[in-house]
């Protein structure tokens, strides 16, 4: 028999109790061995329910009880998050957890610290939810060059910008949509700014170069700017509005940004719709490889929690090795990364169009009918040229990047 730990009875931590013991013999046949919920740490009373009987209060009672192989981790935030698993992982107690903060400020310490004690660090469901990509990426994909990871890694704004789509709601009346069904949290703003989705990628980032990607080196841009004329000119182009983090690796020089981006029909990521997360993977030999499915949830990110814990189980005394030193990855600057960029500016063509072709030369027109604004397309250029142009111009509404294909 194998005894856990659960360090946290919310949404997430509630969620594994509950599969390990509706799913009981599934996991036992697939372990080897029986899973065992020895003691859940949590604050709060859980009167008449079944985790009272294995509540504790004090996290030492884990700690120094030797009988606990595994812990998983579903407290969230950093602190005291992280002095929790590091001294799990000191004991020989394997750690999994779903906290992508947690992992993406300090996975390369503590992935060091379990391989010193001959124990594990997993956390499959920091980044995907319930899509399977860590292990994938690590193992499956490990004999792969991996050119480029790009996705959309945050259920909650590709809701948003869904519901705006698909019934031209505004952006406020949208995110109280998602608040009052539990979509968003009560505080979205790591949510709409985009810094769920750079933890994210960091972390993806980090695994396939095998070092660390600062998520604070990552640029980062939000969606609370997005406003339904953006939508309208999207449309116009037989295209989205989707926010998606990305990492690309050309001639050996990494850049990572996340942002809004106007996403083709033809792309694998357009047809991404509400709370559904998707992450495309190129190979320099398998080409590209799609993964998709709930990214978030109480049980589907439980489920990704589980199958770490059935993993750690299998190799109690064994570390696996997964790699990612601590030294720093250096990301070219953001000001080279090179894209194409749809502008919209205050006035009219006649107003704009002698101007707009001495800052940006040629440019593709975009019309979604509006008589006090003009919209446009530029060729590829980098960032600094782009922001030097529209600060010549001095009327821009806003921009939005463009991803590719056709448009």
């Known amino acids: 028999m194998i005894n856990i730990s659960i360090l946290g009875y919310g949404t997430v931590g509630s969620g594994v109790f509950e599969i390990i013991r509706g799913n009981k013999s599934v996991i036992t046949e697939r372990t080897g061995q029986e899973i065992c919920v020895k003691s859940v740490l949590d604050l709060r009373d859980f009167p008449n329910e079944p985790v009272s009987e294995v509540l504790v209060h004090d996290f030492s009672e884990i700690e120094n009880d030797t009988e606990v192989q595994i812990v998983v981790e579903t407290m969230g935030g950093l602190h005291p998050a992280y002095e929790f698993v590091k001294a799990s992982l000191n004991k020989g107690k394997s750690v999994c957890t779903s906290n992508k903060a947690l992992v993406a400020a300090f996975g390369s310490e503590l992935l060091e610290i379990a391989a010193k004690n001959k124990c594990n660090f997993f956390f499959e469901a920091s980044v995907g939810g319930g899509i399977p990509i860590i292990r994938p990426l690590v193992t499956s994909l490990g004999q792969e060059e991996v050119e480029e990871i790009s996705g959309i890694l945050n259920g909650t704004t590709n809701y948003i910008l869904t519901e705006m789509t698909e019934k031209g709601t505004d952006f406020d009346t949208v995110l109280k949509d998602a608040q009052e069904k539990g979509y968003a949290e009560k ?221």
């Not at 940006?360 to 250029?381: L, Q, R, S």
Request: hydrophobic share 40%; glycine share 8%; charged share 25%.
């Open 187 to 407: 505080d979205p703003t790591a949510d709409v700014e985009g810094h769920d989705a750079c933890r994210k990628i960091a972390i993806l980032a980090s695994l396939v170069y095998g070092a660390s990607v600062d998520f604070e080196d990552i640029y980062t841009e939000g969606i609370t700017k997005i406003t339904d004329r953006d939508i309208n000119y999207a449309k116009k182009l037989n295209a989205k509005i989707k926010i998606t983090a990305s990492v690309k690796n050309k001639n050996n020089k990494i850049s990572a940004v996340v942002a809004p981006r106007i996403i083709n029909s033809s792309q694998p990521l357009y047809s991404v719709d509400g709370v559904f997360n998707a992450i495309l993977v190129k190979g320099n030999m398998v080409g590209d490889v799609m993964f998709y499915g709930q990214g978030a949830g109480k049980l589907a990110t439980a489920s990704a929690v589980i199958a770490d814990v059935v993993e750690a189980a299998k190799n109690i005394g064994i570390n696996t090795g997964i790699f990612w030193k601590a030294d720093k990855v250096k990301l070219v600057p953001f000001e080279e990364s090179v894209s194409k960029f749809f502008v919209r500016l205050s006035g009219n063509i006649a107003d704009n169009e002698e101007k707009v072709e001495k800052a940006f030369g040629e440019v593709t027109k975009v019309d979604a009918g509006y008589n006090d604004e003009y919209g446009f397309i530029t060729a590829p250029m980098t960032e600094g040229e782009f922001c030097s142009a529209a600060k010549e111009l001095g009327n821009v509404i806003n921009r939005i990047r463009v991803d590719g294909g056709n448009i």
